[in-house]
C-alpha cells in the first residue's frame, strides 16, 4: 500500500513537471492506463530517468545534443534555458542568436523538444546545423540546406506553445513516428547509462576517500610499531632495594682522670 502510494505520488510529480495536470495524473494513475501517445510516454521515461540526478542528466543530455546545438557548453545552456523558461544567447558574439523559450517545463520534455528539432532538420538535409537553423527548428523561420533546398519550419516549441501534443507535433512535422521514438529510447538509455555510471565513480570515490581518512599514515604506523618493539625488547629495569639504615655508633666511655704524681722531698 505505501509504495502503491509513493508510485502515485511520483507520477504526479513527473506529470506536473511535463505539463499534466495533478487531477488527470491521479486519474490516469488510478484507473486508467498509461497515455496512449508513444512519445509522451517516452517523455515520463526521460523525466524519471532523470529524476536521479537531475544536474548530472542535464550534463549528460548536453553530451547527447552536442552535434545539435554546436559545443557541449552551449547544448548544457540551451537545456537549463528550456528547463527554465529563459531565453539563451548561443554562437559567438559577432552572430549570436537569441532562442526565447515559452515556459519552464520538465527535463523529459526538453529531451523531446531536441529530438523533435533534430530530427526536423535531418529530414531537411541539415545534420549540423548553425544556430539560426536551430532556432528556426524551436521558434519557426526557414531554412537551407547545402544543396539549396529551402524549408519553412513552423517551430517545435511554437507548435507546443499553441496546445499541441507531442504526437500532434509528431504529426504536424511529418515526422516518422517510429523513428523518432526509436530514438528517443535509445538516447534515454545512453542517458540511465551515463547516470549509473557516474554515481557508482562517486560512490568508489566516497569510499576511497573514507578508508584513506580512516587509515592512519605510514610513517606515524611504522614508528609506532618501531616503538612498541622496542620497548618490549628491553627489560624491565628491577626495582632498587630501599636503603638500609646505618646502626648508630656506640658512645666512646669517658676517659678516667689520670692520678696526680706525688710530689719529690
Known amino acids: 500500500m505505501v509504495n502503491e502510494i509513493k508510485q502515485r505520488i511520483l507520477s504526479v510529480a513527473i506529470a506536473a513537471a511535463l505539463g499534466v495536470s495533478a487531477s488527470m495524473a491521479l486519474a490516469q494513475t488510478a484507473t ?23 544536474a548530472r542528466a542535464a550534463e549528460k543530455m548536453a553530451v547527447e545534443f552536442t552535434k545539435l546545438v554546436g559545443t557541449e557548453e552551449d547544448a548544457l545552456k ?11 544567447t548561443l554562437g559567438s558574439t559577432t552572430q549570436p542568436t537569441t532562442i526565447t523559450p515559452t515556459a519552464p517545463t520538465g527535463y523529459g520534455n526538453v529531451f523531446i523538444t531536441l529530438a523533435l528539432a ?7 538535409g541539415i545534420t549540423e546545423p548553425t544556430t539560426a537553423q536551430l532556432n528556426a527548428a524551436l521558434m519557426g523561420g526557414t531554412v ?13 516549441l511554437t507548435l507546443r506553445a499553441a496546445g499541441m501534443g507531442w504526437g500532434q507535433i509528431a504529426k504536424q512535422l511529418d515526422l516518422n513516428l517510429g523513428r523518432v521514438i526509436s530514438g528517443i529510447k535509445s538516447g ?11 554515481q557508482a565513480r562517486e560512490k568508489v570515490a566516497v569510499k576511497a576517500s573514507n578508508k584513506a581518512e580512516d587509515k592512519p599514515k605510514t610513517g606515524d604506523a611504522r614508528n609506532e610499531r618501531a616503538m612498541l618493539a622496542d620497548k618490549s625488547a628491553r627489560p ?7 636503603k638500609v639504615e646505618r646502626p648508630e655508633k656506640p ?9 696526680e ?3 719529690r722531698g
Open 118 to 124: 533534430q530530427a526536423t532538420l535531418t529530414k531537411a
Open 32 to 54: 486508467a492506463p498509461p497515455p496512449a501517445d508513444p512519445i509522451t510516454q517516452a517523455a515520463v521515461a526521460v523525466e524519471q530517468t532523470a529524476s536521479t540526478s537531475p
Open 188 to 198: 534515454n538509455e545512453r542517458l540511465a547509462k551515463a547516470l549509473k555510471t557516474e
Open 78 to 88: 540551451l537545456i537549463t534555458g528550456l528547463r527554465n523558461g529563459t531565453p539563451v
Open 251 to 259: 658512645e666512646r666511655p669517658e676517659r678516667p682522670e689520670r692520678p
Open 236 to 242: 624491565e629495569k628491577a626495582e632498587r632495594p630501599e
Open 261 to 263: 704524681r706525688p710530689g
Open 144 to 156: 537551407t540546406a547545402a544543396d539549396g533546398k529551402t524549408t519553412t519550419m513552423t517551430g517545435v
